[in-house]
């Protein structure tokens, strides 16, 4: 994303970190992350033993797959022995330490609606109703449905398009706009998920519990992450309250 400041450069890096209820791990890669600026996908495979790695979107050459491209081939969410997969960089996946992606892609972000109700199906329906590959859909947004706390969470991955069409925030609000070095971009608005959800759990005869977490808008992390540069604060998340991804 394109600063204020002259020269500056921001690229968001979210990471998705299956041990994260530890919180020193979490800041370990955070520090390393504060250390190391760039060759990311190689290191990883020289510095972690046994470590797998695909590519996803702009480190995908030539062909620049998306995650969930990727994700369905290598059979992400079904797949039980990944040993006959084949890594892009790194050693032949082990259960142990699992197979990680790493890839580029337009800002991402995270809105996450808890429905009120334990039933997986309504779940999914509601899941599959607002997913981006639906044909009636939202743009951008990856569903699936999760146990959570006693109830249903419909989490969401919202991702940033390319739409030099959309205005900066769209009649009904569904969709918000922001620029990158000149190029426009949108997203589907936290607010019009969790709108979408209500009406498709209503349908059911189910209420929602509210939004669980809501990642950064491209904006916020924008500010963030120039504030934490300015005042040279390196482990900004220490000073940050709040619950984020």
């Not at 600063?3 to 994260?20: H, K, M, Q, Y």
């Not at 797949?79 to 699992?98: E, F, H, I, K, Y």
């Not at 398009?161 to 949108?186: K, N, P, T």
Request: hydrophobic share 40%; with cysteine; charged share 25%.
């Amino acid at each position: 994303m394109s600063s204020s400041r002259v020269g500056l450069r921001l690229a968001a890096c979210l990471l998705n970190i299956s041990e994260a209820r530890r919180k020193y791990i979490v800041e370990n890669i955070a520090k390393a992350a504060l250390l190391d600026k760039n060759g990311l996908a190689e290191d990883l495979v020289r510095h972690v033993p046994g470590c797998s790695v695909f590519l996803f979107g702009e480190a995908d050459l030539p062909e620049k797959r998306s995650l969930v491209q990727r994700r369905k081939q290598l059979g992400w969410f079904t797949r039980r022995d990944v040993s006959a997969l084949q890594p892009d960089l790194g050693a032949a996946p082990a259960r142990r330490c699992g197979l990680t992606g790493v890839g580029a892609s337009p800002y991402v972000m995270n809105c996450n609606i808890t429905i009120d109700s334990q039933d997986m199906s309504a779940g999914r329906e509601i899941a599959s109703a607002i997913r981006g590959s639906n044909a009636n859909g939202l743009k951008g947004v990856q569903a699936m449905a999760f146990p959570h706390e006693g109830k249903i969470e419909i989490a969401c991955n919202v991702e940033s398009f390319d739409d030099q069409e959309a205005a900066e925030i769209s009649e009904d609000f569904q969709h918000v706009s922001y620029s990158v070095l000149g190029d426009q971009f949108s997203y589907v608005s936290p607010h019009y998920i969790e709108a979408q959800v209500k009406k498709l759990a209503s349908d059911w005869g189910i209420g929602t519990k509210g939004r669980a977490l809501v990642g950064f808008t491209p904006q916020e992390c924008k500010n963030c992450a120039e504030y934490a540069i300015k005042e040279n604060i390196g482990e900004f998340w220490k000073i940050r309250g709040g619950v984020f991804m």
